[in-house]
């Protein structure tokens, strides 16, 4: 059962790059790591994917070692609606469709 | 383009009563999950389907069953509401299965009295 282990809460300053990682010891050949972020009664909203290596987008950046049992996202220059609590998704690595949440980090970014 | 919609949003329910929540997305995709988020925790897979036809349990599945009605639809039964199952369900949808990349509803609060 490929469990994730996060930070419980992080604090930064607007303008700071944030970096969030995740351990999952037991990742699956077959996984894919998942980040989302989650804002107050709201349901969770996928920020980046990937298996290995690094992968870029619009908002944030995922860096994945070669032995794939951590990964870090990276938020560049947060800013106050970057307040929110961040999980990581990995896969069952048995059942394919079964993923479970970590308790997520809390973000919380200070003007 | 409503992607992933939960009803109802709110519900109040007495201990021993039933309910059903549903959920319906417009994405055509094949895999749905049912997720439980107690207060200050993470989400919980408590039933998900792989395919129209087909579900199976999650984490923590007891107390609940589920139906995959269609492509579009899943929904979620309380056959006798207990006061731990207050939580706020969420559902979410995905193409494809094995990748975990997740849309979800907007959640529906339930409170068990």
């Known amino acids: 059962l490929a469990k994730t282990t996060q930070p419980i809460s992080m604090d930064s300053y607007e303008g700071q790059e944030v970096n969030i990682t995740c351990s999952h010891n037991?990742?699956?050949?077959?996984?894919?790591i998942t980040w989302y972020q989650q804002f107050p009664s709201q349901g969770p909203r996928f920020i980046i994917q990937?298996?290995?290596t690094k992968v870029t987008n619009e908002v944030a950046s995922l860096f994945i070692p070669a032995d794939r049992k951590s990964s870090t996202l990276s938020l560049p220059r947060v800013s106050l609606s970057d307040t929110a609590v961040y999980y990581c998704?990995?896969?069952?690595?048995?059942?394919?469709?079964?993923?479970?949440f970590g308790s997520g980090t809390k973000l919380n970014v200070k003007p | 383009n409503a992607g992933v919609t939960q009803t109802p949003k709110f519900q109040v329910l007495k201990t021993g009563q039933s309910m059903t929540l549903q959920c319906a997305q417009d994405?055509?995709?094949?895999?749905m999950y049912w997720y439980r988020q107690d207060p200050g925790m993470g989400l919980r897979l408590i039933y998900y389907?792989?395919?129209?036809?087909?579900?199976d349990k999650g984490e923590v599945p007891n107390g609940y069953n589920v139906s995959r009605l269609n492509k579009r639809e899943f929904s979620l039964r309380l056959e006798s509401a207990a006061p731990s199952q207050t939580s706020v369900y969420f559902c979410?949808?995905?193409?494809?299965?094995?990748?975990?990349?997740?849309?979800f509803g907007e959640g529906s609060r339930l409170t068990v009295l």
């Open positions: 998704l990995v896969g069952d690595g048995y059942n394919f469709n079964k993923f479970y």
């Open positions: 979410a949808s995905s193409e494809r299965g094995d990748t975990g990349e997740l849309f």
């Open positions: 994405m055509n995709h094949n895999s």
């Open positions: 389907s792989a395919s129209e036809g087909t579900t």
């Open positions: 037991n990742i699956a050949t077959n996984d894919y």
């Open positions: 990937g298996y290995k």
